[in-house]
T-cell receptor, first 114, second 116 residues
Framework: GAVVSQHPSWVICKSGTSVKIECRSLDFQATTMFWYRQFPKQSLMLMAT?????????EQGVEKDKFLINHASLTLSTLTVTSAHPEDSSFYIC??????????FGPGTRLTVL | AQSVSQHNHHVILSEAASLELGCNYSYGGTVNLFWYVQYPGQHLQLLLKYFSGDPLVKGIKGFEAEFIKSKFSFNLRKPSVQWSDTAEYFCAVSSGGSSNTGKLIFGQGTTLQVKP
C-alpha cells in the first residue's frame, strides 16, 4: 500500500514554456503533499507544503509565482513550473502524507529545460 | 533553523563489511529522526524512524540506528552489507511534539557502493 505516482517521469521543454507535474496518491487519501527539488548528487530541498483545499506554504527562497502548486483533491496535487528556464532543470519529487510523521514518496520527475 | 549533516559523502565497502553512516542534526527542540534509502532508479523508501522511547531503532533489511541525544546524532548501522545495499542514503529530521508539521529536512546524502 501507500503508493505515490508522478506524471510525467521525464519532460523536456523549451525555455519560456510552462510544465505541469502531477502527483497522485493511488491507494490512500493524502491530507498533505510535499514538493521537493533534488539537484544531481545533492539532497532533497523542500519547496512547499500543500494541504488539500488550501493554499500551499512555500519555503523561503521559493518563488510561489513560478512554482504554482494546486492540491484540489485528497489524491492529487500538481506543480506547474511557469515560464521555465534552464536553471529550473532539476529532479522534482513529491511525497504524500495522511499523518504528520509518515511521507510516501513518488518516483520523481526529471525536468530538462532547453 | 534545523539542519542535518551527513559526514560521509561516498562510502565504498566490500560485501560482509560492517557499515556505519554518520548523521548529526542541529535543532534545539524535540525531533523526529528518519533514514531513507534511494536505490538506483527508484523512489525514496523509509528504512527506519525514531520518535521517542528506545534510542536503538531497528528498521528493515537489517538496518538499525541509534539516537544519542547528547551528541545530536542518529547514525545508521548494518553489521554486514550486501551488494544489494548499494544506494543513496538520506538522514532526515522533522520537528517533534506539538510543533510537528511533518516537514522533513534532509541531509546531503551518502552514496554507498558495495563491491561483490
Amino acid at each position: 500500500g501507500a503508493v505515490v505516482s508522478q506524471h510525467p517521469s521525464w519532460v523536456i521543454c523549451k525555455s519560456g514554456t510552462s510544465v505541469k507535474i502531477e502527483c497522485r496518491s493511488l491507494d490512500f487519501q493524502a491530507t498533505t503533499m510535499f514538493w521537493y527539488r533534488q539537484f544531481p548528487k545533492q539532497s532533497l530541498m523542500l519547496m512547499a507544503t500543500s494541504n488539500e483545499g488550501s493554499k500551499a506554504t512555500y519555503e523561503q527562497g521559493v518563488e510561489k509565482d513560478k512554482f504554482l502548486i494546486n492540491h484540489a483533491s485528497l489524491t492529487l496535487s500538481t506543480l506547474t513550473v511557469t515560464s521555465a528556464h534552464p536553471e529550473d532543470s532539476s529532479f522534482y519529487i513529491c511525497s504524500a502524507s495522511f499523518q504528520p510523521n509518515e511521507q510516501f514518496f513518488g518516483p520523481g520527475t526529471r525536468l530538462t529545460v532547453l | 533553523a534545523q539542519s542535518v549533516s551527513q559526514h560521509n559523502h561516498h562510502v565504498i565497502l566490500s560485501e560482509a563489511a560492517s557499515l556505519e553512516l554518520g548523521c548529526n542534526y542541529s535543532y534545539g527542540g524535540t525531533v523526529n529522526l528518519f533514514w531513507y534509502v534511494q536505490y538506483p532508479g527508484q523512489h525514496l523508501q523509509l528504512l527506519l524512524k525514531y520518535f521517542s522511547g528506545d534510542p536503538l531503532v531497528k528498521g528493515i533489511k537489517g538496518f538499525e540506528a541509534e539516537f544519542i541525544k547528547s551528541k545530536f546524532s542518529f547514525n545508521l548501522r548494518k553489521p554486514s552489507v550486501q551488494w544489494s545495499d548499494t544506494a543513496e542514503y538520506f538522514c532526515a529530521v522533522s520537528s517533534g511534539g506539538s510543533s510537528n508539521t511533518g516537514k522533513l529536512i534532509f541531509g546531503q546524502g551518502t552514496t554507498l557502493q558495495v563491491k561483490p
